[in-house]
């Protein structure tokens, strides 16, 4: 496993930005598929973006498509998850998820992964 800790998480006025940032210790980070749940108060913790192993490849959710980015530096192991013109339904605790593979495919459930870090909150208000 690696260890994982979020920052950058805030509150921010709708259509603002946040930058969310994971860092990662402990192991070969570039080896590590990495993704970005979200779980909003009394919901399911849901997928929300996911990146393979090298970076070039990666997967976000039709609600977040032209507003999210999510990206990589292995140099630096870290994950970072751009949110751009935010709303209140993005209002979530979001959680950094890894997860030791080099396949190209991306993984999209919980269980999948065997890392996360402890959340950081994420406030829209409108």
């Known amino acids: 496993q690696v260890q994982l800790v979020e920052s950058g998480g805030g509150l921010v006025q709708a259509g603002g930005s946040l930058r969310l940032s994971c860092a990662a210790s402990g192991r070969t980070f570039s080896s590590y598929a990495a993704a970005w749940f979200c779980q909003a108060p009394g919901k399911e913790r849901e997928f929300v973006a996911g990146?393979?192993?090298?970076?070039?490849?990666?997967y976000l959710v039709d609600s977040v498509k032209g507003r999210f980015t999510i990206s990589r530096d292995n140099a630096k192991n870290t994950v970072d998850l751009q949110m751009n013109s935010l709303k209140p339904e993005d209002t979530a605790v979001y959680y950094c998820a890894a997860k030791p593979t080099t396949t190209a495919r991306y993984y999209f459930l919980r269980y999948e992964y065997d890392s996360w870090g402890q959340g950081t909150q994420v406030t829209v208000s409108s």
């Open positions: 990146i393979n192993w090298s970076g070039g490849g990666t």
